[in-house]
């Protein structure tokens, strides 16, 4: 796909991030977009930030309210936009939405676990079944899902487990490589793409907190004390004033985006550069590249934190 000028894309997680970066950078080159997200205002900021200046198609750019682990509402969403955009079919659907959550297997609730992988994996494999088809109907079609370095490598390091957002991300992965071939068999003018970000400047922090209810910009106080046990488990001193607490949780969420090595703008640019170079495979920051090196030349070593840091530090990974 050498220009996504005069094409229909679908983007998932489109209120914030790369989803909303991913929704600018396609309207400024011409490409017709239909954004969905869980947050109605976010995903209306996307479409007015979104509209393009001069371009040489006719651009139009639609919000949608989804959550995407509903396959109701993501049947709903693809009907309207095939409507809002007077089309047939789709050339173009990027599966980002994704929340974080549920470290713990062993102690986290099932609730919340399952919350985390319906999202991050149901979200995807839903949103295939609905578009597939549409993409289909496309003369080049290209499906693009986002797992993770998660998706290789199932921890955050020592004491750190992500269990329910890696087991996701390893499904989505897998079952983007499976496509791989089923594609190339029945339906060869479709390909996709799998991402795998490492550290990215997105919101990611901040709304898997809000998809969860919690807010620490608008809790009572009250509220913040039911959730002050987690951040104990997490660390936090179980004495900080609910004040205190309160900054904590805003800080990692701003930290989490305002530091990371690869902002959300760069992270869309290198999918949209790989989708159209037809690269299948798409590694975002120099983290995610060292992480997957190291782990494809030392299978057995992925989890042996100490052989790890050597083979960074040995400048071999």
């Not at 970066?21 to 007015?48: F, K, P």
């Not at 979200?123 to 986002?146: D, H, M, Q, W």
């Not at 305002?258 to 999918?271: G, L, Q, S």
């Amino acid at each position: 796909m050498d220009s996504f000028a005069g094409k229909l894309a679908v983007v998932t997680g489109g209120g914030s991030g790369m989803g909303r970066e991913l929704v600018r950078q396609l309207a400024a080159q011409g490409c017709s977009v239909a954004a969905c997200d869980i947050n109605a205002d976010t995903v209306a900021e996307t479409v007015t930030q979104g509209q393009p200046g001069a371009v040489a198609v006719e651009v139009t750019v639609s919000g949608h309210v989804c959550d995407v682990s509903d396959e109701a509402q993501v049947l709903r969403f693809r009907d309207e936009l095939l409507d809002a955009h007077h089309a047939d079919h789709v050339d173009l659907v990027f599966s980002n939405a994704g929340v974080s959550g549920a470290a713990s297997f062993v102690k986290d609730s099932r609730e919340e676990w399952e919350r985390v992988f319906a999202i991050d994996w149901w979200g995807v494999y839903y949103c295939a079944r609905a578009f597939l088809p549409l993409l289909i109907k496309s003369a080049e079609g290209v499906l693009v899902n986002t797992s993770s370095v998660n998706g290789f490598w199932a921890t955050l390091g020592p004491g750190a487990a992500n269990s329910a957002y890696s087991t996701a991300k390893f499904a989505v992965r897998g079952f983007s490589e499976a496509l791989i071939e089923d594609l190339r068999t029945n339906a060869p003018h479709v390909r996709v793409a799998v991402v795998m970000p490492g550290h990215v400047g997105t919101n990611i922090v901040g709304n898997s907190l809000r998809a969860f209810g919690v807010d620490p910009e608008h809790m009572t106080d009250e509220e913040l004390e039911v959730f002050r046990p987690r951040m104990t488990e997490r660390g936090v001193p179980a004495g900080l004033p609910v004040a205190e607490l309160r900054q904590i949780l805003i800080r990692v969420n701003t930290d989490f985006r305002d530091k990371a090595p690869v902002t959300a703008a760069e992270a869309a640019t290198v999918i949209l550069d790989g989708v159209r170079a037809g690269a299948w495979r798409i590694l975002i920051g120099k983290d995610a590249a060292r992480l997957d090196a190291f782990v494809r030349a030392n299978p057995d070593a992925s989890y042996d934190y100490a052989e790890m840091a050597k083979g960074f530090q040995s400048g071999s990974a």
